[in-house]
């Protein structure tokens, strides 16, 4: 969605000066010449002012961690709970791995696919859809995590439901 150049990708300076608070919180926890460490509480961080990792916000937490923002990149695009494109308000993540699968979770994702008018892996101004991994819910298949909660044992029934509650 939203390029580097997007207005909406710029942290405002009220959005800075919350970052550096929160980073004040965070760095003293980690030994000096080693505040690298601090990567992932400084994404989540990052994350939870802006709602996702731009450019930007990257950059910046590359320059208070003190390494290049080629590694905050690395670090930001290996883990799937980071945003590196602004997503939709909503995120829904489905999972097909074993357990979900066997109960019905491709159909699930198939249905939502249709009812949302996107593919797995894109977004609209509302939702982000995403087929992941293993929530950890195995024995209330099939799962289904919207932002951070999760919803169980789902059918097509509860789907609607969900989303009547999310539009
Ligand atoms: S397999 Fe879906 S929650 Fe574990």
Not at 99 to 119: N, T
Not at 129 to 151: F, I, Y
Request: contains cysteine; glycine residues 4%; negative net charge.
């Amino acid at each position: 969605m939203a390029e580097p150049n997007d207005s909406s990708a710029a942290l405002t300076p009220d959005e800075q000066r919350r970052l550096d608070e929160g980073l004040a919180l965070v760095l003293p926890h980690y030994p000096e010449d080693r505040k690298s460490a601090a990567m992932l509480p400084a994404l989540r961080l990052l994350q939870s002012i802006k709602g996702w990792l731009p450019p930007q916000g990257l950059e910046l937490v590359a320059q208070r961690l003190a390494v290049s923002k080629e590694r905050a990149h690395e670090v930001a695009t290996f883990y799937a709970m980071f945003h590196t494109k602004k997503p939709g308000k909503y995120v829904l993540d489905v999972c097909t791995n074993l357990s979900c699968s066997l109960r019905g979770a491709e159909e699930l994702l198939a249905y939502l696919e249709q009812k949302l008018g996107l593919k797995a892996g894109q977004s609209s101004e509302l939702f982000t859809l995403r087929e992941t991994e293993c929530l950890a819910s195995c024995g209330t298949a099939p799962c289904l995590q919207v932002n951070e909660d999760h919803h169980e044992s789902l059918n097509r029934k509860k789907l609607d439901e969900l989303l009547s509650k999310l539009t």
